[in-house]
């Protein structure tokens, strides 16, 4: 198993415990000098925030471990393609490295949309795409269908 594998497996970890709280399974680590420095998940329906996505919650533990708002020698990697605004959050953090699982065609700024780290901001983040997308694709896919059938443990 790679690094990147090892980090991405850690963010499952993290996707697999949103659905089991009832949220949409994103797991999210960031990580500094082989060093986890924030985790986050899914948390919209618990806080009733719809600001509340694995990697704003990531970004926050990592400012405040670090002490910093600037994340530069950090990388993050999460289990879905971020949204437009945490592709947004990841640009103001200063995150030079994303990694994520799955293509999201219906909400991802990396590419399945739009690749907003295309346009002309300072300091876009390399991104690569794919990290274990099939076990991030499917803890997906396993929640959305339950959730179709009205599993009470898969939603509100």
Known sequence: MTD?????????????????????????VIVRAGQVVGRGRNR???????????????????NRALGSWRLEDCALYVT????PMCAGAILNARIP??????????MGACGGVLNL???DFPGTPALV?????????QVLSDFFRRL?????EAGR
Do not use: N
């Open 4 to 28: 990147h594998e090892r980090y991405m497996s850690l963010a499952l970890a993290l996707a697999e415990e949103a659905a089991a709280a009832g949220e949409v399974p994103v797991g999210c």
């Open 44 to 62: 919209r329906e618990e806080k009733q925030s719809a600001l509340s996505h694995a990697e704003t919650e990531a970004i926050a533990m990592a």
């Open 80 to 83: 879905l393609e971020p949204c």
């Open 97 to 106: 490295r994303v990694f994520y699982g799955a293509r999201d065609p219906a």
């Open 117 to 119: 780290y295309m346009e």
């Open 129 to 137: 795409g794919g990290i274990l997308a099939e076990p991030c694709r």
């Open 148 to 152: 179709r059938r009205g599993a009470p």
